[in-house]
């Protein structure tokens, strides 16, 4: 089946500092990529979608400057959180979906999920 | 029984007894609907989606019921297993904005 990594699984930084996340899909191509935030105990909370060679959708609230989604290829996206702080300390999961945009609903393939605490 | 936590819901049930998770959505556009399962510390696996023109649909061991009336979702899991115990989530995907939006979550519970 398809596979998706994450890199790393988990971190540690202080604050101030700034965590780049990376997303790959290894076995397929993804079209577009999705990132989530999820707190103990909580559902997944969209923050981005992206689409390869182009600017990430972001949700509201979610602030695209502290956030940088980058998906350069088909197999790459990366998260990178700048100037972190502690209340950015979470479960962050990324998913890949390959096909055609818009109109079908294709099987999402979920990464392992990094967990970064801020201190 | 079920019981609300702190954020999560939680269903126990008995090992071989039969599971029904349930799940309301928001979006009545909405074209799919998924099960998802979430162990601890890791990420969902896909466990079984429905379109949203169908109102039953039949897995291995799960069956997920749609009632768009209402707007609910169900998961059935049959025999339910101890390696069945995670949260469960369901999801929504509307084509229209091309994104899935995940409900609460549901942790279930196998006692042995």
């Known amino acids: 089946g398809a596979v998706v990594s994450q890199h790393p699984s988990w971190v540690i930084c202080k604050s101030g500092t700034s965590v780049k996340i990376e997303c790959r899909s290894l076995d397929f191509q993804a079209t577009t990529m999705f990132w989530y935030r999820q707190f103990p105990k909580q559902s997944l909370m969209l923050m981005a979608t992206?689409?390869?060679?182009?600017?990430?959708?972001?949700e509201q609230g979610v602030e695209k400057d502290k956030f940088l989604i980058n998906h350069a290829s088909l197999t790459l996206s990366t998260l990178t959180v700048t100037s972190a702080h502690p209340e950015d300390s979470s479960f962050y999961i990324c998913?890949?979906?390959?096909?055609?945009?818009?109109?079908?609903?294709?099987?999402?393939?979920f990464g392992p999920g990094t967990r970064l605490t801020v201190t | 029984g079920e019981s609300v936590g702190l954020h999560l819901p939680t269903l126990s049930v008995q090992e071989g007894d039969n599971s029904i998770i349930n799940c309301a959505y928001s979006n009545s556009a909405s074209d799919y609907f998924i099960w998802y399962k979430q162990e601890s510390g890791k990420g969902p696996q896909f466990i079984i989606d429905i379109r949203s023109n169908m109102d039953k649909r039949q897995g291995q061991r799960v069956t997920v019921l749609l009632n768009k009336t209402v707007k609910h979702l169900s998961l059935q899991i049959a025999a339910t297993q101890p390696g069945d115990s995670a949260v469960y989530f369901c999801?929504?995907?509307?084509?229209?904005?091309?994104?899935?939006?995940f409900g609460t979550g549901t942790r279930l519970k196998v006692l042995a």
């Open positions: 999801a929504e995907f509307t084509s229209g904005t091309y994104k899935y939006i």
């Open positions: 992206s689409n390869e060679g182009s600017k990430a959708t972001y």
């Open positions: 998913s890949a979906i390959t096909g055609l945009a818009g109109g079908s609903h294709y099987e999402q393939y």
